[in-house]
């Protein structure tokens, strides 16, 4: 894999980045085509299936054109990940204002809501980003427990003082990893035995008991 042989050489580009960034809004447009391409194409037939030339194809682009950002599949979808992740995180945000405003379980259970809408509006790239093998070695993935921490110190201040949790940066980081493949999987993967109610419901109250209770 790519990350294996950048590691070997010794390169100094960060693992799963584009080659360059676009200067001019032109470049700009060129470039989300061919991500927008790339999600399309993921949700239809998986990353097993996808190729760059599926996505010049697709994107309207030449593969000359498109190796001059992307050198790989991998780095193409390590891109789509990157902005995928950053648009949750603004619509999450735009709305935890709100959320906050509330305050308490009324509060929690808003800002659940909002992660549930924005990760079942795109449910089949989640699902496949998701399964990722590298998605954890992107930066924008690494900051997800540091958003955490700061939501949670909005919503439930009283969480970083509870006595059982002496490690803050160990329970937050926890937190992130549970909720974020609870939302994940019952916004995107559930079975049909459940209906995401069910789920939102139930996941609300387990943060609400884990988060605001004593």
Avoid: C
Wanted: charged share 25%; net charge positive; no cysteine.
């Amino acid at each position: 894999m790519q990350y294996e042989t950048e590691q070997m050489l010794g390169s100094t580009r960060i693992p799963f980045s584009p080659l360059k960034v676009p200067q001019q809004r032109r470049g700009w447009v060129t470039y989300n085509s061919m991500l927008d391409a790339t999600a399309r194409l993921l949700e239809r037939t998986g990353f097993a299936a996808l190729t760059t030339n599926h996505v010049a194809e697709l994107a309207g682009v030449s593969i000359g054109s498109l190796y001059e950002y992307f050198p790989d599949k991998e780095t193409l979808v390590a891109e789509l990940a990157r902005r995928t992740i950053r648009e949750i995180l603004a619509e999450v945000g735009d709305g935890l204002r709100g959320a906050v405003v509330l305050g308490g379980e009324p509060g929690l259970r808003r800002g659940v809501g909002l992660l549930f809408d924005a990760v079942e509006s795109r449910r089949a790239l989640v699902r496949e980003l998701w399964q990722l093998p590298y998605l954890a070695t992107l930066d924008e993935f690494k900051q997800l427990p540091k958003v955490t921490v700061e939501l949670t110190r909005q919503l439930a201040p009283a969480f970083a003082k509870k006595r059982a949790l002496k490690n803050l940066e160990a329970a937050s980081w926890l937190l992130t990893v549970m909720v974020g493949n609870a939302v994940v999987h019952g916004a995107a993967a559930r079975p049909r035995s459940l209906s995401r109610k069910d789920v939102e419901e139930t996941l609300a109250r387990m943060l609400t008991t884990l988060l605001l209770e004593d």
